[in-house]
């Protein structure tokens, strides 16, 4: 029952942080880990299954850079696109890449895997207050990377 309800929840996270090629190893070790600790956690759930898979995405971003630091053939493979459809998100992914991995990661627990402050407390091992504050400060820098007027200079600036 656990792993049906969680299964799809813990797929969209891994997909998006790993190679194609990585996410079923990922989730697989992601699950036997979880399934030797399953009996000693009071309410196992999708953001405890996401914080062990959050160990399991950074030791297969290690294993891949060591990996490509020794290996010169081949391109690697991109991280799983969203769904197919008009948008392809090029600006958004080049503006997120400009925040702080903290900031990028919040964003991405909120908008693409739509966990709730509760959830992501769980998984960054913060309390809900300081998730919204995360939040709200990494919304507000990636608003203004976004805004077009960012990278010019005001009048204020040019009169200083």
Known sequence: MFFR?????LNR????????????DVISASFAIAWKKYSRVDSPSLAWLIRIAS???????RKAW????H???GNAEEIAAPG???????VVRATLACLSTSDQEVLRLVHWDGLSRVEIAEILRLTPNAVNVRYHR???????????TSNT????????
């Not at 309800?5 to 929840?9: D, L, N, R």
């Not at 996270?13 to 079923?24: C, E, F, I």
Request: hydrophobic share 35%.
């Open 55 to 61: 160990f399991e995405v950074s030791n297969a971003q």
């Open 138 to 148: 990494a919304l507000k820098k990636f608003e203004n990377e976004m805004s077009p």
């Open 5 to 9: 309800a969680t299964y799809q929840g």
């Open 84 to 90: 197919l459809d008009d948008f392809d998100g090029t």
């Open 71 to 73: 290996t010169s053939v």
């Open 153 to 160: 200079i005001t009048q204020e600036e040019i009169q200083r």
């Open 13 to 24: 996270y891994v997909s998006r942080r790993v190679a194609a090629a990585l996410v079923d």
């Open 66 to 69: 060591r990996d490509a630091s």
